[in-house]
């Protein structure tokens, strides 16, 4: 069982920056590929970036060179540095935490942080 906690969200102009965190405890957490996703009112849960269990980044069109996901696995956190910050940024973005072992799919979520961009 892992529960991830995020942090870091709140009210930025546009242009501005944050950096979320998300903490996990529980073990294995160097195993596990972390994840980013963020949902605006209406809207879907959409993914926005990921780092897996070995390091290898992806980040969706939207954000990519804007975002930067790190993970520091002594302190089982996952960050995610958000820059150049737009309004069509504001959303609750979420934690997730997933591996797949055989056929069990470990999946886990955060309660989310509030992200506004506005002037």
């Known amino acids: 069982q892992v529960q991830l906690v995020e942090s870091g969200g709140g009210l930025v102009q546009p242009g501005g920056s944050l950096r979320l965190s998300c903490a996990a405890s529980?073990?294995?957490?160097?195993?596990?590929?972390m994840g980013w996703y963020r949902q605006a009112p209406g809207n879907q849960r959409e993914w926005v970036a990921r780092i897996t269990s070995g390091g290898r980044t992806n980040y969706d069109e939207s954000v990519k060179g804007r975002f930067t996901v790190s993970r520091d696995n002594a302190k089982n956190t996952v960050y995610l540095q958000m820059n150049s910050l737009k309004p069509e940024d504001s959303a609750v973005y979420y934690c997730n935490a997933r591996r797949v072992v055989v056929t069990t799919d470990y999946n886990y979520w955060g309660q989310g942080t509030q992200v506004t961009v506005s002037s």
């Open positions: 529980g073990s294995m957490f160097s195993t596990y590929h």
